[in-house]
């Protein structure tokens, strides 16, 4: 961002620092992961992921929240607890399920305002619902303003047993699931209010160090020699993307979104906010300790004194951080060279502009917020899903006005998205669908054979043209958005409606609790929402500040 605002607290961090003796940890996934029916619970937790102590939003009383672990074709039914409490924070929350297309499942997306209304405190919601076709790496997070930047994000894993690719690999469990996640000091309600804010550390598998921090633990990863890793890495981040690498070590990437890739070698991947690959790790190398490397977008970022960094650690090397050397790529993944292994081929007439339905959206920024086409989205105070139910079927009927667009059923749609201003590249994420990527943003060619399909893609940056294509088989309410939650928060995003006349028909089991769920959020005074006061607490602390709404 143009804008960056440096938030140090030394005396707090001299304060509030953890005295942490190890210097790495293994990451233990095995003991708290959750089957695909659970509960899963939100509450609010003190921990210190990087030395610095705070209060967080955690699902599962962790960061990052319980693996959850399914096979495909499991039902789903996770019940959302809401056990929150502090009251500097949000006190409601929504959970979504980040790739999963919910077919006949709207209503469980959980999406603040689009899908349902906020859990509210002492609250619950089961999510139930199917998916049949779909396996890969996936992961839930906050739905509900920036709640998830607190820490309410965590792994979602779909295991294939008759994966076409497993033979490529030898292990693919609990211990190869990677978390990337942006870090901040200060509490999200606060940091929304500002204008470009910058994360104080990065957390690999929950763990990491900030600048001028104490060296707090690192993450481990550990591998045998000889034996051959599908490393699931998944970017959890609020903001920035991070470039990946492990020292000494190629890649070989298989899946992008939860979607199987032919292999591709790289050496290094650029991964957005909710972008998810399967890459390979072949441990072929000496016996030691080698560096694995997230380095954020921000800028002067560094890996200086083990930030942005976790472990790789053969068996038989001893406990100690690596002394590996960090080398230039010579092997980056370009998303042009990403090809489905199954059923290539982007839908609909292979030339430009000969879609079914041509959108094109231009986003701006003014002031700090976005606007799509004109338009700045705020969230409505009906969920666009009860509006639909209720009877809107028309763009001039459903709320919020300009904020939703209404796409005929069975279309192939082309979506063209040019983004000015600061900020970009955009990671744009549709819910709903996966979509292929018929041009990459940055790139002057199209590609309607083989193109990449994934639910989650860069803009480019500012000024640079990025071009998706869809059908729309699923009815319903999905949102577009930006995955900077930053930038959604401040307006960009909008609804894609399609065919709300067939979407009552389309739904499977809407329960009485969905229905009970505005009703008691729309009663809660402001002190039961919480984060009453977050505007001045921002204005305490930069002018840089963007309108209170």
């Not at 690596?322 to 489905?340: D, F, G, K, W, Y």
């Not at 086409?373 to 919020?400: C, E, F, H, R, W």
């Not at 209404?406 to 192939?412: H, I, T």
């Not at 990459?440 to 803009?459: H, I, Q």
Request: glycine share 8%; charged share 10%.
């Amino acid at each position: 961002m143009y804008f960056s605002i440096l938030i140090a607290f030394t005396l707090l961090s001299a304060t509030h620092a953890a005295s942490i003796v190890s210097q790495s940890r293994s990451y233990p996934l095995t003991s708290r992961s959750l089957k695909p029916t659970t509960n899963l619970t939100i509450s609010n937790k003190v921990i210190a992921p990087d030395g610095f102590s705070r209060s967080t939003t955690l699902a599962g009383g962790t960061f990052p929240g319980p693996l959850i672990q399914a096979n495909k074709g499991d039902h789903f039914a996770i019940n959302v607890v809401n056990k929150l409490d502090d009251s500097s924070m949000y006190k409601s929350t929504s959970v979504h399920w980040h790739g999963l297309f919910q077919n006949g499942t709207n209503h469980a997306d959980g999406v603040s305002f689009v899908t349902q209304c906020p859990i509210a405190q002492n609250g619950s919601f089961l999510h139930s619902f199917d998916v049949p076709n779909q396996a890969g790496t996936y992961w839930y997070h906050s739905h509900y303003s920036t709640q998830q930047c607190d820490g309410l994000r965590g792994p979602l894993v779909i295991y294939d047993p008759h994966d076409p690719l497993s033979y490529l690999y030898d292990v693919d469990d609990e211990t190869t699931v990677i978390t990337i996640a942006d870090w901040y000091h200060i509490m999200a309600p606060v940091l929304r209010h500002m204008i470009g804010v910058s994360a104080n550390s990065t957390l690999i598998n929950g763990l990491g160090r900030y600048t001028g921090g104490p060296r707090s633990e690192l993450a481990v990863v550990n591998v045998e020699y000889g034996k051959r890793y599908r490393l699931r890495l998944i970017g959890m981040s609020c903001d920035p993307s991070f470039n990946f690498t492990i020292d000494g070590h190629n890649l070989t990437v298989i899946e992008a979104d939860g979607l199987l890739t032919e292999p591709l070698l790289v050496d290094s991947l650029q991964i957005f906010p909710g972008q998810r690959y399967s890459v390979v790790l072949t441990a072929n190398k000496p016996v030691n300790n080698y560096w694995i490397r997230a380095l954020p977008s921000t800028v002067n970022s560094t890996f200086i004194g083990g930030l942005n960094s976790a472990i790789l650690r053969y068996k038989g090397a001893p406990a100690a951080d690596p002394a590996t050397i960090h080398t230039n790529s010579t092997m980056p993944m370009l998303e042009t060279n990403l090809h489905p292994l199954i059923n290539p081929g982007a839908p609909g007439i292979p030339e430009y502009g000969m879609a079914d339905i041509n959108l094109n959206l231009v986003v701006n920024n003014t002031g700090g917020l976005f606007y799509i086409n004109g338009v700045n989205y705020k969230p409505p105070t009906v969920p666009v899903l009860l509006q639909i139910l209720s009877g809107a079927q028309d763009a001039t009927d459903l709320m919020p006005s300009g904020g939703v667009i209404v796409l005929e059923a069975n279309k192939v749609v082309e979506l063209t998205m040019v983004t000015n201003g600061y900020g970009a590249p955009h990671p744009i994420h549709l819910h709903g669908h996966a979509f292929d990527v018929v041009q990459s943003g940055g790139t002057g060619t199209f590609n309607y054979l083989n193109p990449v399909r994934r639910d989650v893609v860069s803009s480019g940056a500012q000024g640079q043209q990025m071009v998706i294509r869809w059908v729309t088989d699923n009815s319903g309410p999905w949102f577009l958005h930006c995955h900077i939650d930053w930038h959604l928060d401040a307006g960009f995003a909008i609804v894609m409606a399609e065919s709300p006349s067939e979407t009552r028909q389309h739904m499977k089991g809407v329960s009485t609790s969905w229905a009970n769920l505005c009703p008691i959020y729309d009663a809660l005074t402001p002190s039961q929402l919480g984060a009453v006061d977050s505007y001045e607490q921002a204005a305490n602390i930069t002018t840089l500040l963007l309108p209170n709404y």
